[in-house]
């Protein structure tokens, strides 16, 4: 990734590169602290980091390429479906994407309230 700086603000340039990660947004619709440390935990014993925005309940989560998204998606979407966050999708690397789609092949759960906007490319 390149970067800019101007007048003291940070601005996306472009991907140089990419390692294989691939990056989604998770919003807490149940903002209890059980369901933040639930999806935290969730997170990390998937071996995934994240970071939070402003507001505590919104947070951007790096799925390294070693991960098997296609596994994590499956608790997110069951997530998804009590209710507790809404996802989205923001760049899912073409690995990540090839387990998603091999999970839906084997399975009739519909994806209600994932948004996907962007597929990668690139391994890398």
């Not at 369901?35 to 997170?43: G, P």
């Not at 690995?95 to 789609?101: P, T």
Request: aromatic letters at 8%; one cysteine or more.
């Amino acid at each position: 990734m390149t970067r800019e700086v101007w007048a003291a603000s940070w601005f996306f340039d472009g991907i140089v590169s990419h390692a294989g990660s691939s990056t989604i947004r998770v919003i807490l619709r149940d903002k209890s602290p059980e369901t933040r440390e639930r999806v935290l935990a969730i997170s990390a014993d998937a071996g995934c980091t994240w970071e939070f925005s402003t507001p505590d309940f919104h947070f951007a989560v790096d799925v390294p390429k070693s991960v098997n998204y296609g596994s994590l998606r499956v608790i997110l979407l069951q997530l998804i479906s009590d209710g507790a966050i809404e996802v989205e999708e923001a760049f899912i690397a073409e690995h990540h994407g090839r387990q998603i789609d091999s999970w839906h092949r084997a399975s009739s759960t519909p994806v209600a309230r994932v948004v996907r906007v962007n597929r990668g490319r690139r391994d890398g």
